[in-house]
């Protein structure tokens, strides 16, 4: 059985979306939806965002910078794969390209090879060029842009 939607105020909605964007960096999309879920009309919805902007609880760039530079760091995402994350929470191509800065080039080629070089211990194939082939792939999938993998590919190996 499905649990109970909570419907609150938005005194009673206040607190707890302010320990929901104090607790990580949030984007707009996401903590619209959670008001939503505390059962807030749209008017109140706008209102509470407001809030938390002026609060300085809610700001996309910092969010987009945070997002970016941890998947990086974390998961080793490449910058495709963080771009379209972005997107997908409906953030300007602005805080972007600001969230795409957080990430060196410098760490950015390292992780691309190392990733490369620990896919590749993975591989059984002989041939080289089918090795070269699903190191591609998995870096392209990984979110790494294909010319900057051929190119630390034609490098390498």
Known sequence: ?????QKLTPQQAKPKI?????????CHSEVTD???EF????????????????????NEER?????????????QWGKNKI?????????????IKKGLMEIDEADYRRTLKSLAEKYERTLKDKLSYIRKQKILK????????????????????
């Not at 059985?1 to 939607?5: A, F, H, N, S, V």
């Not at 807030?40 to 965002?49: A, M, R, S, Y």
């Not at 969010?63 to 970016?68: C, E, G, P, V």
């Not at 994350?85 to 300007?92: G, H, P």
């Open 63 to 75: 969010f987009a910078r945070a997002f970016a530079g941890g998947k990086f760091r974390q998961k």
């Open 18 to 26: 302010e320990h929901f964007c104090n607790y990580q960096e949030r």
């Open 34 to 36: 959670k008001l939503y």
């Open 39 to 58: 059962g807030l009309h749209t008017d109140e919805v706008n209102e509470l965002l407001g809030y938390l902007v002026k609060k300085g609880l809610l």
């Open 1 to 5: 059985m499905e649990k109970q939607k």
């Open 138 to 157: 998995h870096l392209v999938q990984k979110g790494y842009e294909y010319e900057l993998c051929l190119e630390m590919l034609s490098e390498s190996y």
């Open 83 to 95: 771009r379209r994350e972005l997107k997908m929470r409906n953030l300007s191509e602005y805080c």
